[in-house]
């Protein structure tokens, strides 16, 4: 499934690219691919507090999740995404 990785620039730098790092690693696992273009994304995972206004993501499985949780078991925070996750509507 092609997935979108949106991380919220005020967790920092060094976090972001751990978190994008490890979860791409376990992303073939789950038979997830990352990919950077929302339109083609089947799914949109997003490590921050809120969900972004975003209409590219209208329509898709979206998933807010905790980047702590992503760094420590991103298998299982990837499989929790992709069945957790609901349709996007934007506000």
Do not use: C
């Not at 751990?18 to 949109?44: C, S, V, W, Y």
């Amino acid at each position: 499934m092609k997935t979108l990785l949106i991380i919220d620039a005020n967790l920092g730098q060094a976090r972001a690219y751990m978190a994008k790092t490890l979860l791409g690693a376990a992303a073939h696992k789950a038979n997830l691919e990352i990919i950077d273009n929302p339109n083609d994304a089947e799914l949109a995972i997003v490590l921050g507090e809120s969900l972004p206004n975003d209409n590219a993501l209208n329509g898709k499985k979206v998933w807010l999740g905790d980047i702590g949780r992503a760094v420590a078991h991103p298998e299982l925070f990837l499989r929790e995404a992709n069945s957790h996750a609901t349709l996007y509507s934007a506000p």
